[in-house]
């Protein structure tokens, strides 16, 4: 399909922590996936190329790890699919009421029903793929059910179904940051992550330790402020007021 609605606030909402970089690679995922109406191939390089972004295969990726689902044919995004479908089921309506204009005008020529009465959308697949259904992932037993509820809740707001293959590449990411499942889920939740990178982590710790400096350098000039106002210039305390 060569059209499709973008909205832009829902997609702010959920992309909002991608680095420039991760944000276009994205897009042009989503633009691929929409035109050629199948999944992508397995091969993160070949995806590289189909994009136009050799360079960036760790961007490509992450968002392949957050935002699609891998399955038999390749990567795919439930939400492409789910509109594809829309689309398709739209064009057969479509075929369904020119089929009953086409019968009441039996005069009208084939040639002339095909010019002026086609309003059926173009597509490369007009029958829907048969989805996949997702691996569900146990609850690991170190982890609480609430957290778990709590993280597979952001998840599926962004459309993620929890794969194996997806867990076991967080888990990696966990072990790298020097967090257990129980920490690196909560720290998930607490940030509205539907997955985790040692990336992002480590950018948010650097940011927060950043804050914390900044403001125990404004309180020690704060203090120092008060000092040098309550002592005068021979070493005597100075009292208040007098």
């Not at 173009?122 to 793929?129: G, L």
Request: proline share 4%; with cysteine; hydrophobic share 30%.
């Amino acid at each position: 399909m060569h059209y499709y609605q973008f909205n832009i606030g829902d997609y702010q909402s959920h992309t909002s922590h991608l680095s420039i970089e991760e944000d276009i690679a994205y897009r042009r995922l989503l633009d691929w996936c929409y035109l050629h109406e199948r999944a992508l191939p397995k091969d993160h390089k070949q995806i590289a190329r189909l994009i136009r972004m050799p360079s960036h295969s760790e961007c490509i990726a992450t968002v392949l790890q957050e935002f699609f689902v891998e399955s038999e044919d390749g990567y795919v995004s439930t939400r492409v699919e789910q509109e594809i479908t829309r689309v398709n089921e739209k064009a057969e309506k479509a075929r369904c009421s020119a089929r009953k204009r086409w019968d009441a005008n039996a005069l009208q020529t084939q040639s002339e029903s095909n010019a002026t009465q086609d309003p059926i959308p173009k597509t490369h697949n007009p029958i829907p793929k048969e989805k996949k259904k997702a691996t569900v992932v146990a609850r690991p037993p170190t982890v609480t059910e609430q957290v778990w509820n709590d993280w597979l809740v952001i998840r599926k707001s962004k459309g993620l179904p929890l794969t194996e293959t997806a867990w076991g590449q967080i888990q990696t990411e966990f072990r790298k940051s020097g967090l257990n499942d129980q920490q690196g889920i909560e720290y998930c939740c607490l940030s509205n992550w539907a997955a985790f990178k040692t990336a992002w982590y480590e950018k948010q710790m650097q940011e927060q330790n950043a804050g914390l400096t900044k403001q125990g350098q404004m309180s020690q000039r704060v203090i120092s402020g008060l000092t040098r106002g309550l002592i005068k210039g021979d070493g005597n305390v100075k009292l208040l007021g007098r």
